[in-house]
T-cell receptor
Framework: EAGVVQSPRYKIIEKKQPVAFWCNPISGHNTLYWYLQNLGQGPELLIR????????DSQLPKDRFSAERLKGVDSTLKIQPAELGDSAVYLCASSLGGQPNTEAFFGQGTRLTVV | DAKTTQPPSMDCAEGRAANLPCNHSTISGNEYVYWYRQIHSQGPQYIIH???NNETNEMASLIITEDRKSSTLILPHATLRDTAVYYCIVRNAGGTSYGKLTFGQGTILTVHP
């Protein structure tokens, strides 16, 4: 069974440019998470989806970040425009339901470098 | 969110048991303890989780104290490939942050030959 798939694996862009990350969760997983991980830090939640509904986006910087999960399966996270401080690893995770007793599985992440 | 406290780093000899402690004194009755690990340049890997009882799977054992204020992750026979950052997480069980995994700084486990 395939795990959580993210692309691209690496991305280098100039500041002020837009960038998008794609995530395909484990088949059947209705809960999807986007996390941000800065160097030397633990991941921090950006947004959580239950099917196509964003149920927790309180940590998402909405001035430049947006996300969508139109059909309740794969998801896209976008930054426009990117800033130097956005350089980080963007992680996607999925779980079978968002209950506290269901494991969440992570993808390999997309490493973004803004120059 | 209930906070966790872990030592910043630990060492272990290959083949020996690695015992990673975690304090979570503010944990609520319905919150689960989760352990993940992260090897360099990879996404976090799920290890194990539990509520009250001790748990064991093919990767590790989780020992939770009776008062649930602390827990220990046990890797019974550590290998060099177990070198990673280990995160102890109390998973939120209420409100808008229901099910949220809040990562701390974790413990850097280094397994030596």
């Amino acid at each position: 069974e395939a795990g959580v798939v993210q692309s691209p694996r690496y991305k280098i862009i100039e500041k002020k440019q837009p960038v998008a990350f794609w995530c395909n969760p484990i088949s059947g997983h209705n809960t999807l998470y986007w996390y941000l991980q800065n160097l030397g830090q633990g991941p921090e939640l950006l947004i959580r989806y239950e099917n196509e509904e964003a149920v927790d986006d309180s940590q998402l910087p909405k001035d430049r970040f947006s996300a969508e999960r139109l059909k309740g399966v794969d998801s896209t996270l976008k930054i426009q425009p990117a800033e130097l401080g956005d350089s980080a690893v963007y992680l996607c995770a999925s779980s079978l339901g968002g209950q506290p007793n269901t494991e969440a599985f992570f993808g390999q992440g997309t490493r973004l470098t803004v120059v | 969110d209930a906070k966790t406290t872990q030592p910043p780093s630990m060492d272990c000899a290959e083949g020996r048991a690695a015992n990673l402690p975690c304090n979570h004194s503010t944990i609520s009755g319905n919150e689960y303890v989760y352990w993940y690990r992260q090897i360099h340049s990879q996404g976090p890997q799920y290890i194990i989780h539990g509520l009250k009882n001790n748990e064991t799977n093919e990767m590790a054992s989780l020992i939770i104290t009776e008062d649930r204020k602390s827990s220990t992750l046990i890797l019974p026979h550590a290998t060099l490939r177990d070198t990673a950052v280990y995160y102890c997480i109390v998973r939120n069980a209420g409100g808008t942050s229901y099910g949220k995994l809040t990562f701390g700084q974790g413990t850097i486990l280094t397994v030596h030959p």
